[in-house]
């Protein structure tokens, strides 16, 4: 067997088999370990490079502020200097924990557009058309309002509405009615466009990550084993055929046989990591760090794709924010007390309340553009709140062109790999933002939130032209964590998972997570990876006989 690195001084101590070996027990992780050992007759592992999810903050929703720089149950990675954000580094935290980022996410449960489906179709995926992936979204689904033709009652994942009642995210609701975006109660249903509430993956106030929805009924399964704090360091290959996983445990080296497949589901970061570590991956790459090369696959750590968020904050007239809340002992205590007696209050604040869906241009057929409405203010996200009354909306755009990569450092598995997004690299990217900017000031200029607004704190009043908007753009722009797109579905030579998700040129081997998407769809990325896995989990059976 081939390990794909030459000098491997770490020599596994054990070897168990099994039919499934999963690698990550995030978003997608989950679905799989759950479907695939649920009829009990094939052995399934999954193996988390992080801790059981035990951190309290996890299962509150507001404490996903709390989890954005907590290193105990997140990987903390930063992206090489971004030429379009002048030259910053931007922090990208994921999930390491059971869960993954599902576990440390900002909860909101938005799928995006029927086209971003139908464009993966007409690309040449084959059962990727929105008419096809419907069913998986429906089948995963706990909707809390109800089954309809858009929704599904009494699958694992829990979907609910906000937990409760907030002036100012309601006035942002009629601010943008008034500034001609029309009222829409479900961004899931017919159509995304308009404004309007978004709902979260809670259940009852608290956190539905995949790990509680499908991993913990699944847990007492005699034939589902799950390892944390096991960090998969390569796959072993005989010719090009997936067989092992080689995982570092508590400072041994184990391996895992996997008789039917391997499935890597260790995020858009850490699967075409995985892969080049393991000699799949540009051979030039892989050479230059004294990796064998079992398949010279170029695409693997490609086309990275993210979504930027810019945020423009207010001053607010009133104290109705978050902020005051947290500035205040006695109505912290008071958050606290009515959290802990109704799961609800501002502890279930996700990451946006309200937002909108819309098009900067009319010429463009679906929107282009995504707005977060919070009711808090703060210089960084995961830092401090302002110590005055403060509210922000964000504008994220849902289609950007630039592309970015993945590419390991070293043949060490504990190394960061060197992420570039090269975020704001086309002239489309560039004018969608100004835009968009331009059209949220507009809303929160709207009668229905004069009431609330003293002034804007940033950008400010003194940035008024394109370029100033722009330049406002690369100083604060940063992420909204949703990277995909490196080891991208898809039949071109840059491709890196066939339409069954198996990497072209292997056996035994699947990609199933973010990473597979053939592009980064319009809206928050958790609901579509946990349909996709979904999906994956009926391939995987069906293959299996
Ligand atoms: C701060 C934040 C806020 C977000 N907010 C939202 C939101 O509000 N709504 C939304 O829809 N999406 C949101 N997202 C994005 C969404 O959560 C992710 O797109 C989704 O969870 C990705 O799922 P995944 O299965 O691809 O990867 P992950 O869920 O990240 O899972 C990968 C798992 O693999 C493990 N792993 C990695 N490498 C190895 C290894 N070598 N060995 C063993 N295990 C390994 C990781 O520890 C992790 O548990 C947010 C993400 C973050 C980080």
């Not at 858009?150 to 008034?178: C, I, N």
Request: net charge positive; charged share 25%; glycine share 10%.
């Amino acid at each position: 067997m081939t390990s794909g690195t030459r000098a491997s001084a770490d020599q596994p101590s054990d070897s168990a088999e099994f039919d499934y070996v999963i690698v990550g027990a995030g978003s997608a992780g989950c679905v799989l370990a759950n479907r695939l050992s649920a009829d009990g007759k094939r052995t399934v592992l999954l193996l988390e490079a992080g801790p059981k999810d035990t951190n309290i903050w996890i299962h509150v929703p507001l404490g996903y502020g709390k989890l954005f720089k907590e290193k105990s149950v997140n990987w903390m990675y930063q992206t090489e200097p971004e030429p379009g954000l002048d030259g910053r580094q931007v922090f990208q935290p994921r999930g390491k924990v059971l869960g993954g980022s599902s576990s440390i996410n900002g909860l909101l449960y938005v799928r995006g557009q029927h086209e971003d489906y139908d464009r993966w179709r007409q690309r040449g995926n084959v059962g990727w058309g929105y008419d096809d992936v419907l069913p998986y979204f429906k089948k995963a689904e706990n909707q809390t309002r109800g089954a309809d033709p858009y929704h599904g009652t009494g699958g694992p994942l829990t979907v609910s509405d906000w937990r409760h009642d907030d002036p100012l995210s309601e006035a942002f609701v009629k601010a943008a009615v008034e500034a001609g975006i029309p009222f829409n109660k479900d961004f899931n249903g017919a159509t995304q466009e308009g404004v309007g509430f978004f709902q979260t993956t809670t259940r009852r106030g608290r956190r539905a990550s995949s790990a509680f929805s499908y991993l913990r009924p699944a847990r007492s399964r005699g034939n589902l084993r799950v390892e944390t704090d096991a960090l998969a360091q390569r796959l072993i290959f005989e010719g090009r055929r997936a067989r092992a996983v080689d995982y570092r445990q508590n400072g041994v080296v184990r391996r895992a046989r996997a008789r039917r497949e391997i499935l890597v589901s260790s995020g858009a970061y850490n699967s075409p990591q995985l892969l080049q570590l393991s000699g799949v991956g540009p051979a030039e790459l892989l050479q230059r760090h004294g990796i064998d090369v079992v398949l010279d696959a170029p695409g693997v750590g490609n086309d990275l794709q993210d979504h930027l968020q810019v945020r423009v904050m207010m001053r607010c007239a009133q104290r109705v924010t978050l902020n005051d809340v947290v500035n205040s002992p006695f109505r912290s205590v008071m958050a606290g007390l009515q959290y802990a007696a109704l799961r609800k209050g501002p502890l279930t604040i996700a990451a946006g309340t309200s937002g909108a869906f819309f098009k900067t241009s009319p010429r463009l057929a679906t929107p282009d553009i995504q707005i977060h409405f919070i009711p808090f203010s703060t210089d960084k996200m995961g830092e401090k709140l302002h110590p005055f009354p403060g509210f922000s909306a964000s504008v994220c755009q849902l289609r950007p062109e630039s592309r970015g990569s993945l590419r390991i450092r070293s043949a060490d598995p504990a190394a960061p790999p060197e992420i570039r997004i090269n975020y704001l690299a086309t002239e489309t990217d560039r004018s969608a933002n100004i835009d968009a900017i331009r059209m949220l000031r507009k809303i929160l200029a709207a009668p229905a939130l004069k009431p609330y607004v003293v002034d804007e704190v940033e950008p400010g009043a003194n940035v008024v032209s394109d370029d100033e908007i722009l330049a406002f753009c690369r100083q604060r722009g940063s992420t909204v964590y949703h990277p995909t797109s490196t080891c991208r579905m898809g039949s071109d030579p840059l491709a890196v998972v066939d339409a069954r998700l198996r990497v072209r040129g292997i056996d035994g081997l699947r990609v199933v997570d973010a990473s597979v998407m053939p592009d980064l769809m319009s809206g928050n990325t958790n609901a579509p990876v946990i349909m996709i896995a979904e999906k994956a989990s009926d391939m995987i059976l069906q293959d299996a006989g």
